[in-house]
């Protein structure tokens, strides 16, 4: 028993002796392990900090490319040191340029001009700071070097034949579809940021009638290139095929058809997927010397142009964080007075800084006129008066008419006021959608005196012949631009559709438009300027550039056809060559701009 007990306390010695070691271990081991925690921790802490200010500078980079990029779209050059903001930090980007090229034209006659920039920022988040650099080019395009340009979806749906000469772009998508007719697209150069679709976006699977687009060559102005078109098969023309597709050979023609079943695409029936049958379809004719393609989308890598936003046509815009306005609103009187002892909420839009002619509708039916900032409306007489407008697309069904400013066109040129740079610019004060949107009426202007931008806040109204005798560089810019016959006496009344006669327009134009819905029609690229007359079997010509940039703000009546709203005319639109040279171009042309990271880097 003795021994037994000695044994039993040797034995509770040992056990009490290896609980201590096991938990001084477990201590020791614990200790260890919320070191290596607390080290980890600060390391993860450290590669925290250290991603944040990455993504910080990389952000801020992109923020001030996209500056750079509206700043030159808008004829402003970018300013030096910028403060953008990213997860609400404010982060300085120094801006400095590189260089100024006028790029070579293209064969076809089109100019760039390509800008360097350098940009470079420095970020600290917690313990980690990062230097980034960054080198981009942007190229800027005169937009009426375009024959179609468009920010929003492109839809083309015509009901007579038309021709479409010139590069068509679009910063969406593209949707292509006729009844009965004919589209012809006679460029080197048809191109979408998003797709390109053979229907219609109000209903993708209506493609029918007849797409043809003409094969690359590099000068589709030359008279000598060959000019070879391949049809953009419809929904019917795949069906007849034993094809069935949604909308026809476009983008959403994704895996391709091989007929036989051979394992290639090569074989007469088959086709290639979208993506690479375009490049196959539209490249270089046979035995053509250059390689190019008509063709390209999104997946082939095209990117959006920046181009002005509607801002620039409106008579106030609102400052930016940190800017001052020299003006406040009322929202009660809905009109703008000068800041004086209180900061200023908006300032002068770009049109209305820039004109030198300016003209301002009154509420109470009145106007004023300005010439280079001095109200000259005592001296410039009858040239510019108040007139009104029944517009059945605005006026709804009402019978309510558009007061607009009517400018006799013929006087100003031989008036002391035509303005030295070119620019008109008409708005409204306390301006509404609808009938109140105010406008101007342009009429007499078969010669202009010089190149004209006319711009107005409202719409736009062109009556008659314009810039058909020694043509000038010519343009119009509105939220509507609305052409209206050499038979346009001002007669028009709720439930009347006056006929329309055979006119000309050598004009550029940027307007807006509302957009399609899956449910209501836009009216589309042969709308986008309005008609308001019964121009059935009549022709209208129109050779400049058609440019949708904006959604419609003031100018929103639905488009509706027929009734007394308008009857088609016969389209005979071309692109004005004469736009290839910069020489040609009207004062104030915006420019499409689109910006490429070269390097980014860190020092």
């Not at 006659?109 to 960054?134: C, K, N, P, Y």
């Not at 090569?266 to 270089?284: N, R």
Request: aromatic content about 10%; proline content about 5%.
């Amino acid at each position: 028993m003795k021994y037994q007990r000695r044994f039993e306390t040797d034995r509770q010695g040992l056990a009490m002796a290896a609980t201590v070691i096991t938990v001084f271990a477990t201590g020791a081991m614990v200790a260890v392990m919320m070191t290596l925690a607390s080290s980890e921790n600060r390391q993860s802490v450290v590669e925290r900090d250290d991603t944040v200010a990455e993504y910080l500078a990389e952000g801020a980079l992109d923020v001030a490319a996209s500056n750079v990029i509206g700043a030159l779209s808008s004829w402003s050059w970018p300013a030096t040191a910028m403060q953008v903001t990213i997860d609400g930090q404010q982060i300085p980007v120094q801006v400095a340029p590189t260089g100024t090229i006028l790029a070579q034209p293209e064969s076809s006659g089109i100019q760039q001009f390509l800008l360097g920039f350098g940009l470079s920022t420095e970020v600290e988040s917690g313990g980690a700071t990062r230097v980034v650099r960054r080198i981009f080019n942007a190229s800027a395009t005169p937009i009426f070097q375009f024959a179609v340009f468009y920010d929003q979806d492109l839809e083309i749906h015509p009901g007579p034949n038309m021709t479409l000469g010139g590069r068509v772009h679009s910063n969406r998508d593209i949707y292509m579809s006729t009844a009965n007719s004919t589209i012809r697209v006679d460029t080197n150069y048809l191109r979408a940021v998003g797709d390109i679709y053979r229907g219609r976006k109000t209903s993708v699977n209506s493609s029918a009638g007849t797409v043809l687009i003409r094969r690359w060559v590099e000068n589709p102005f030359d008279p000598l290139a060959p000019k070879e078109f391949v049809a953009m098969p419809s929904q019917v023309d795949l069906y007849l095929q034993g094809l069935y597709t949604p909308s026809g050979y476009d983008s959403a023609f994704k895996s391709g058809w091989d007929k036989n079943g051979d394992g290639d695409f090569g074989d007469v029936g088959d086709y290639l997927p979208f993506v690479d049958g375009a490049l196959e379809l539209w490249k270089q004719p046979s035995n053509y010397g250059s390689e190019g393609h008509t063709v390209l989308t999104g997946e082939h890598g095209i990117g959006i142009s920046k181009v002005p936003d509607i801002g620039s046509i409106q008579q106030y815009v609102p400052v930016a964080s940190g800017e001052q306005g020299g003006f406040v609103y009322n929202p009660t009187t809905k009109t703008y007075s000068p800041a004086v002892g209180v900061p200023g909420t908006h300032k002068p839009g770009m049109y209305n800084s820039l004109a030198g002619l300016k003209i301002v509708l009154k509420p109470n039916g009145t106007h004023q006129v300005f010439s280079n900032g001095a109200d000259v409306t005592g001296l410039i007489g009858s040239t510019v008066s108040v007139t009104e407008i029944y517009d059945a697309r605005e006026s709804n069904g009402q019978n309510k008419k558009v007061k607009v400013a009517s400018l006799n066109v013929a006087a100003l040129n031989t008036s002391p006021f035509w303005p030295a740079n070119g620019l008109i610019y008409c708005c409204k004060d306390g301006a509404a959608p609808g009938v109140d949107s105010g406008g101007l009426y342009l009429y007499n202007g078969q010669q202009l005196k010089a190149a004209l931008t006319c711009v107005s806040e409202g719409g736009l109204y062109i009556k008659g012949d314009y810039n058909t005798v020694a043509k000038k560089g010519a343009s119009v810019i509105a939220d509507a631009v609305n052409l209206l016959s050499n038979s346009w006496t001002g007669s028009k009344s709720p439930g009347t559709l006056p006929w329309a006669s055979e006119t000309t327009y050598n004009v550029a134009l940027i307007t807006g438009s509302l957009g399609s819905t899956s449910q209501d029609y836009s009216g589309g690229l042969e709308n986008l300027p309005r008609f308001h007359e019964n121009w059935t079997n009549k022709v209208c010509r129109l050779s400049g550039s058609l440019v949708n940039t904006w959604t419609n703000q003031l100018c929103t009546g639905k488009w509706v056809y027929g009734g007394d709203r308008y009857q088609a005319p016969r389209r005979e639109w071309t692109y004005d060559t004469a736009f290839n040279n910069m020489a040609n171009l009207p004062p104030f042309t915006p420019m499409a701009v689109e910006g490429r990271s070269v390097v980014t880097w860190e020092p």
